[in-house]
């Protein structure tokens, strides 16, 4: 589907909290206020909701601050129960979303610079950088039926593939170009091969 809303990019002035929590708070809360705002819309809560992360840190922070809302808005439980018209929400990490599928994905990449307004990061995107990488990312962004919401502290541009050879990495950046520009980037990718 390459209708302007299916894949979109939520820019986040988020940091990496590398060798601490080897996750990313701002990003985390910015995933959390979306989900609460989807929730408690009628608008939108029709749509069920799953969140990816890259690695179990961020998986961890979510659900912390999941918990958190839930306590303050109590008019959201039920949408973390699953009934027979309802598939409940799920946070998830890349190794661990196999055969799950949401209406929408949020996918949080938690990586990313270790400073606010960072302009370089490292390479490294855990489970990504290993063998089998990219069929991780693929089954991630696969699992939604309609639409997926990236969230990142970084865009395209900052993935220097010239510093890694992973094809996931390389992947990677292609979709957040999709994500930041619609299917214009695809048409892109394609001529400058």
């Known amino acids: 589907d390459t209708k302007e809303s299916a894949v979109s990019l939520r820019r986040v002035e988020g940091a990496y909290a590398k060798g601490k929590g080897r996750n990313n708070p701002i990003e985390a809360k910015a995933v959390v ?3 609460v705002r989807r929730l408690k819309s009628p608008a939108l809560n029709d749509k069920t909701i ?3 992360t890259l690695n179990t840190d961020q998986q961890r922070l979510i659900e912390d601050l999941l918990d958190n809302a839930r306590r ?3 008019d959201i439980e039920h949408f973390f ?3 027979k018209n309802y598939d409940a929400l799920f946070v998830k990490n890349l190794e661990s979303v196999q055969g ?3 209406d929408v994905i949020m996918l949080s990449l938690g990586y990313g610079p270790t400073e606010v307004g960072g302009k370089t990061m490292s390479m ?3 489970p990504l950088n290993k063998s089998g990488g990219e069929r991780r990312l693929n089954v991630a962004i696969t699992r939604a039926t309609s639409e997926v919401l990236v969230f990142s502290s970084f865009d395209s541009s900052m993935v220097d593939l010239s510093r890694t ?3 996931a990495i390389e992947h990677l950046k292609h979709y957040l ?3 930041e520009r619609g299917p214009r980037a695809l048409a892109e990718q394609f001529t400058a091969k």
Do not use: H, K, L, M
Request: proline share 0%; charged share 25%.
């Open 33 to 35: 206020d979306e989900v």
């Open 50 to 52: 799953g969140i990816v």
């Open 72 to 74: 303050a808005n109590t």
């Open 81 to 83: 129960q699953t009934s």
């Open 100 to 102: 799950d599928e949401r």
């Open 124 to 126: 490294n995107f855990g």
């Open 165 to 167: 050879s992973s094809t």
């Open 177 to 179: 170009e999709f994500a």
